[in-house]
């Protein structure tokens, strides 16, 4: 199993561009997720997935959409690029969510200049 | 909202000594705790996951104790290396669902 996979691992962008940022499992995960990271503040969640389908809002929402039209891919994508979004970006699956394990991706370190 | 507070930020051990890692959290209604090693970089990878029915669990060197009663876990790890500095997280489950909740991290070296 390669786990979980992130793409690219590294991304620049100016203010207002959007993206997708890549994340795929290949352990048949129900849940999936995704974090930022920002130095001081821990990890925090930004949207969540509890099968293919459904999603729901994390902590931080606000400039992030998603979708899982698959239960193997879950991206992220920024609509319009603010500096404020410069952060380290973490993807996570677990097999149903409630009481398993989580497993993380490698992260998508984005800088927005 | 559940708060998850790990302290000290940073803790420098000589090796071989026994490191003491604190994690409390403000809601004791958990599902479960999960503790997390991130080299600098990289992502995270588990170490442990205790039940919220659970007092501890062990692997190897590492023990993690949970008292949901009193917000507390405490993650320890025996006779340090110089290849256990990391930075170490606790993530507490707050939903059946599975969304957890973070602490910030704390930074451990252990010199040789």
């Known amino acids: 199993n390669a786990g979980v996979t992130q793409t690219p691992k590294f991304q620049v962008l100016k203010t207002g561009q959007s993206m997708t940022l890549q994340c795929a499992q290949d352990?048949?995960?129900?849940?999936m997720s995704w974090y930022r990271q920002d130095p001081g503040m821990g990890l925090r969640l930004i949207h969540y997935?509890?099968?293919?389908?459904?999603?729901d809002q994390g902590e931080v929402p606000n400039g992030y959409n998603v979708s899982r039209s698959t239960t193997e891919d879950f991206p992220l994508r920024l609509l319009s690029a603010a500096p404020s979004q410069t952060s380290v970006y973490f993807c996570?699956?677990?097999?149903?969510?409630?009481?398993?394990?989580?497993?993380f991706g490698p992260g998508t370190r984005l800088t927005v200049t | 909202k559940q708060e998850v507070t790990q302290i000290p930020a940073a803790l420098s051990v000589p090796e071989g000594e026994n490191l003491v890692l604190n994690c409390s959290f403000t809601d004791s209604a958990i599902y479960n705790l999960q503790w997390f090693r991130q080299d600098p970089g990289k992502g995270l990878t588990s170490l442990l996951l205790?039940?919220?029915?659970?007092r501890e669990q062990t692997s190897g060197r590492l023990n993690a104790s949970l008292d949901k009663s009193s917000g507390r876990s405490t993650l320890y790890i025996a006779a340090s290396q110089p290849g256990d500095s990391a930075t170490y997280l606790c993530a507490v489950q707050t939903d059946s669902w599975g969304k957890f909740q973070f602490g910030a991290g704390t930074q451990v070296v252990v010199t040789p």
């Open positions: 996570a699956s677990s097999y149903r969510g409630a009481g398993d394990e989580q497993y």
């Open positions: 352990m048949n995960h129900e849940y």
């Open positions: 205790i039940q919220s029915s659970q």
């Open positions: 997935s509890v099968g293919a389908g459904i999603t």
